[in-house]
């Protein structure tokens, strides 16, 4: 082979094949390695498919998307988290069917049980009454939230893939059930950036009771870590942060973060940049948290209608999440998350003891939720707030071990309210015993895509290249579910 001789000189180099394919080999490299630098590298990859471009409102400078692909009917999610997964049967869902055939086995062919410990037909101990002007049926377990109704679009006919906790609560959270994946708050604060300069944009309230499965339920995966879930602890709120660091220590070091990022130049990595963009984050939460967490300010009247004065202490205690998810919205983060309070037994997963253990979630939860959706109606809020109410599955129709149920993903309730949802309605639902789901099934992936659509963002096109192809959310699979639109 010829010497290669470059074009702008007549100096000769004698590269060998050899050689020369070994330093072509760096810009190859260099190519994959501009994929898997920073959250910048990330954005500009999205603009390159063609997917930042939308006709609506421009968003943060830290957004993926250059803007939205049509136009939002919510800007932020408040999620309430029902670790263990309530009975469809015994709040949203009601089956007289139970009541008559009570005791019986049960006159349908049924899967394989998680437990496999299959009793007879269990009624439900609670009476349903309907409630406001479209007289939805809500179980007495929830008289608070049923005097919402009309802002609920209640969805009989969800399903998942999969039966067990962990895996459960990872397909839930991040549309897939091995652990690793992004959260769909991480997707959310990626696709559209933070509307807070001094609060994450993804925000876990931590109840006490972190889900099976782990902190990996609201983390990055293969995004910037900037996008994980940041934790506040049960005590009011308080951020899982490291004690407050003197300003002029703090600026030297971050001095010292950005000399080093500098001096990496263009091979900076998404890991740096995250750590120097927490840390800066965290600088500036020592001076935002401490009144976000004050509610004295609040009224009388506002801590009565979320629980803040209830006998029950779980009542007061997720009265004060409920409250803290509203002061956080209202400060501009885009994603909350709410875990469950530790009620001294097993979350909403009552194997046995369902009268009971139902009974103590549903009073915790009940009036500062309702609480919560009445005051951000009364704010203005909750037509641009996405309230969803989910557990990872339901719950059987027989019981199971002594008065429990065992679980059941072939269909079960969950509800959303505000952001474009379409309240006073029922979507969907299961045969007569509550088990499968038979009209209008809605699937994880389907409520993902729907969600996103209310945020303004097309599922199909918020897209990250990893691993040789364009993951989302949805992975290959869901579709917006017209029927809970407004």
């Known amino acids: 082979m010829d010497p290669v001789t470059p074009r702008s000189t007549h100096v000769r180099i004698p590269w060998s094949r050899r050689e020369l394919l070994s330093r072509a080999a760096h810009g190859f490299g260099a190519l994959a390695w501009s994929v898997l630098c920073g959250e910048r590298s990330s954005a500009r990859s999205v603009s390159a498919f063609g997917l930042a471009r939308g006709p609506n409102t421009d968003l943060p400078e830290d957004a993926a998307l250059g803007a939205l692909h049509h136009a939002p009917r919510a800007e932020r999610v408040i999620f309430l988290y029902m670790d263990g997964g309530p009975s469809q049967v015994d709040t949203f869902d009601p089956k007289p069917r139970l009541r008559a055939e009570h005791g019986q086995p049960i006159g349908m062919r049924i899967p394989k049980t998680q437990f496999d410990d299959v009793g007879a037909v269990l009624g439900s101990p609670w009476e349903f009454r309907p409630g406001g002007a479209s007289g939805i049926e809500v179980s007495d377990l929830f008289p608070h939230v049923r005097k919402q109704v009309d802002r609920l679009c209640v969805v009989r006919s969800m399903v998942s893939k999969f039966p067990e906790h962990t895996a459960a609560n990872y397909f839930l959270h991040t549309g897939h059930n091995p652990a690793g994946r992004p959260s769909m708050g991480a997707w959310t604060t990626y696709g559209l950036g933070s509307l807070a300069k001094d609060l994450p944009g993804f925000v876990v309230l931590d109840g006490g009771l972190v889900p ?17 879930g940041s934790l506040f602890r049960a005590d009011l709120g308080v951020p899982n942060t490291a004690p407050a660091v003197p300003a002029a220590r703090e600026a030297a070091r971050r001095t010292l973060t950005g ?194 659509h209310l945020l303004g963002v097309d599922h199909t096109r918020l897209t990250v290249p990893f691993s040789g192809r364009d993951m989302r959310l949805t992975d290959v699979h869901g579709e917006v579910v017209r029927g809970v639109l407004a």
């Not at 099976?212 to 994980?228: A, I, T």
């Not at 009565?304 to 004060?320: C, F, M, N, S, V």
């Not at 500062?368 to 129709?397: N, Q, Y």
């Not at 969907?428 to 015993?433: K, L």
């Open 212 to 228: 099976p499965g782990g902190v990996e339920c609201f983390g990055s995966g293969f995004l910037s870590p900037r996008h994980q």
């Open 259 to 452: 000399q080093l990022e500098a001096a990496r130049g263009a091979s900076a990595d998404q890991q740096l940049e995250a750590a120097l963009h927490n840390a800066e984050l965290a600088f500036a939460m020592q001076a935002a948290v401490p009144g976000l967490v004050d509610l004295t300010g609040e009224s009388e009247a506002t801590r009565r209608l979320y629980g803040l004065d209830a006998e029950y202490e779980p009542t007061r205690l997720y009265g004060q999440q409920c409250l803290l998810a509203r002061r956080l919205v209202e400060r501009g983060v885009r994603f909350v998350e709410l875990t469950c309070r530790s009620l001294g037994r097993d979350r909403w997963d009552q194997h046995k003891g369902l009268k009971e253990g139902h009974g103590d979630n549903a009073r915790a939860v009940d009036q500062p939720i309702a609480g919560l959706l009445e005051d951000l109606a009364t704010r203005g809020l909750l037509e641009s707030t996405l309230v969803v109410f989910a557990g990872e599955f339901g719950r059987t129709p027989m019981s199971q071990g002594e008065g429990g149920r065992d679980h059941n993903p072939h269909g079960f309730s969950i509800w959303l309210a505000g952001g474009g949802v379409r309240g006073g309605h029922v979507h969907g639902a299961t045969d007569d015993y509550g088990y499968f789901a038979v009209e209008d099934k809605v699937t994880v992936h389907d409520l993902h895509a729907t969600m996103l």
